[in-house]
């Protein structure tokens, strides 16, 4: 798809990250990155970079997920990482 000032615009269908392919080090960095509770909803801010260092550059996002434990009250299935884009001025 074009933008008609030549700009090349992503399909829709496409996602600017595959969480299934995508690890730290591939994660743009205007990515953050936040954890969420699916038994008490809390919500959390994941310091990727610190991540980063302790397991490496290559831990993959989709391994992180099933690795999250909620701090509030301790659940460990099924709870979300979630990406936000940051805003671009």
Known sequence: MR???GIGLAPPDRHAV???KATLATLPEW???YARCRACRR???IDRWDIARRYGQNLSLASLAKR???QGCGNRSG???LLQMLPRD
Do not use: D, K
Request: net charge neutral; with cysteine.
């Open 68 to 70: 999250l434990q909620c």
């Open 79 to 81: 709870n979300l990482l």
């Open 18 to 20: 595959e969480i299934e």
């Open 43 to 45: 919500q959390m801010f």
């Open 3 to 5: 933008h008609r000032r």
């Open 31 to 33: 990515f953050i990155t």
